[in-house]
């Protein structure tokens, strides 16, 4: 029997005002499903899908978008997962000299579980962490990693826990 699909919540934001996602994110973490795909936003127009093609999931390639991701912790049958924030981009080259660089370094108790090429930078992140403070540096490293100008419009694409 396939599963439903999950539904999806679109949610604009500022740089200034991310109370929004916030709270959404708590709500994912309080449910231990669900995940957020945040994006630059562009025009009115701008409609880019977030989910992962096909070609590049076997090719092991970049997904074309710049991106955040990030998912709850949770519980699963092997026990406590941590939760992880991806930052895919569009580099093609490993990241984590470029934050450090940029005084953008990851938090000490954050562990680098990835830092690819093309498959983005992914963080595993301790279960107490602020989610005002896992969003404020993952906005501020995708901007580090992005060409000027700053971008100050976001959009959070929240997919919703599956018992939604």
Excluded: C
Excluded at 30 to 35: K, N, R
Excluded at 37 to 47: A, H
Excluded at 58 to 70: A, E, Q
Excluded at 142 to 160: G, K, Q, S
């Amino acid at each position: 029997m396939a599963r439903p699909l999950r539904q999806v919540q679109r949610l604009d934001f500022d740089v200034d005002d991310t109370a929004a996602v916030v709270e959404t994110m708590t709500r994912l973490a309080a449910a231990e499903d669900g995940w957020i795909n945040v994006l630059p936003r562009g025009g009115d127009d701008d409609e880019r899908p977030t989910s992962i093609g096909f070609l590049a999931l076997l090719g092991g390639g970049s997904i074309g978008v710049t991106m955040i991701t990030w998912v709850p912790g949770g519980h699963n049958r092997r026990g406590a997962t941590q939760p992880t924030l991806g930052i895919s981009h569009l580099l093609r080259h490993r990241v984590f000299a470029d934050l450090q660089s940029r005084g953008l370094g990851v938090p000490k108790t954050w562990f680098v579980e990835q830092d690819h090429p093309r498959r983005g930078l992914v963080l595993r992140l301790p279960f107490d962490i602020a989610h005002e403070e896992v969003l404020e540096w993952a906005l501020g490293a995708l901007n580090a990693l992005m060409a000027p100008p700053t971008i100050r419009r976001w959009r959070a694409e929240v997919y919703l826990p599956s018992s939604s």
